[in-house]
């Protein structure tokens, strides 16, 4: 049995996990941010570095103690090293070289957008990369910082087709509540209001599909734009404001805003995710990341499938926003293919060039 210990701070979520074998999760902890940078309406680096400082040694140990382990029965270490907040980040690398040299254990650096994916594989998922007949599979990961498809073939190779131009699907959703005054985060508030509303009431724009009669050129055909729609919702809320003699936007006003602003940025994702698997013939999908939690997405994604013939994975809610769970069970991979990190794994703000995945 390899038992992993993960580390995440990528963001404002401290987080840590252990997990078996690369996919048992045996405890899963994170010590959530929310509260403190509710008020600034986003994330705040250099305060999330400062909380990761308080809480990180506290999660860690809750993880430990939760599976009733101790670190003379990890097998090794696995942290986050990016894309994410820079301070955020340095914070759970420099904890895990710690605690990796007074153990004397191997130390792994993660990719935190191969562990969106590789969420979508644990508890005992691991089956579905062995299958032949999942590949070609494009997964969608959608989070604040990111809305890309990453197309990945049977033998491991990858490559990133799509990614977002401006604003991912995330960063436009908490953009649009901070502009409405809903709340933080943004997500989860314009989920909940929407179902109250009418989607169809107001037509925001589905920039790169040619929904407006513009033809999308081939360098974006699985790009993604989302400052056009978060552009939109501004005028619109402007205009409403106007008709309304200068009053704010009644509350049947606001939850059909909500609702059609959501309709809008989730028909952009599936509408693109299943263009290219008709392009790319592709035999399943994989949805990951933090706005992989919103149910309308998660139905959306799963009806489209079974209209194109192909499987869907969608990761756990629990393991869609950010976690230390498939951090470590990424680790494992690593670990089994003897890559590891030395002392000089460092921080990365931004997704490198990708050509092949550490799980196949």
Not at 18 to 44: L, M, R, Y
Not at 93 to 122: D, R, T
Request: charged residues 20%; contains cysteine; aromatic residues 6%.
């Amino acid at each position: 049995m390899t038992y992993i210990l993960g580390i995440e701070s990528s963001c404002d979520e401290t987080a840590a996990a252990i997990v078996k074998d690369g996919s048992i999760v045996i405890s899963n902890k994170i010590a959530t941010q929310i509260a403190q940078h509710a008020e600034f309406g986003g994330v705040v680096p250099e305060l999330a570095a400062r909380e990761h400082l308080k809480n990180i040694d506290i999660v860690v140990n809750s993880a430990l103690k939760e599976a009733n382990l101790s670190l003379t029965e990890i097998s090794a270490i696995s942290v986050t090293n990016g894309p994410g907040l820079m301070p955020a980040l340095l914070v759970g690398i420099n904890y895990a070289k710690g605690l990796a040299i007074a153990k004397n254990l191997p130390l792994i650096g993660v990719n935190h957008f191969f562990g969106h994916i590789y969420s979508a594989f644990l508890d005992n998922e691991l089956h579905i990369l062995q299958d032949a007949e999942n590949f070609p599979m494009l997964a969608l990961v959608v989070s604040g910082g990111h809305s890309s498809l990453l197309l990945i073939e049977k033998d491991g190779t990858a490559k990133v087709i799509g990614a977002t131009i401006d604003d991912a699907a995330g960063e436009a959703l908490d953009k649009a509540a901070k502009l409405l005054d809903l709340g933080y985060p943004g997500g989860p508030i314009i989920e909940r209001l929407s179902a109250q509303g009418d989607k169809k009431k107001y037509q925001f724009p589905r920039p790169l599909t040619g929904a407006g009669g513009k033809a999308v050129s081939k360098e974006n055909r699985y790009n993604f734009s989302f400052s056009g729609i978060k552009t939109a919702l501004l005028y619109h809320a402007k205009d409403l404001k106007l008709a309304n003699d200068g009053e704010n936007l009644s509350e049947t006003e606001k939850l059909d805003t909500v609702a059609s602003y959501q309709e809008a940025v989730i028909d952009v994702l599936d509408k693109k995710l299943f263009l290219a698997v008709k392009d790319f013939k592709a035999k399943s999908v994989v949805l990951c990341g933090g706005v992989a939690c919103n149910n309308i997405l998660r139905q959306r994604i799963s009806k489209s499938a079974i209209k194109h013939k192909v499987r869907a994975y969608l990761a756990e809610k629990k393991y869609c926003t950010d976690n230390a769970a498939m951090i470590a069970g990424l680790g494992f991979h690593y670990l089994h293919k003897k890559e590891l990190s030395d002392w000089q794994l460092d921080a990365y703000s931004r997704l490198p060039q990708i050509s092949k995945v550490p799980f196949i």
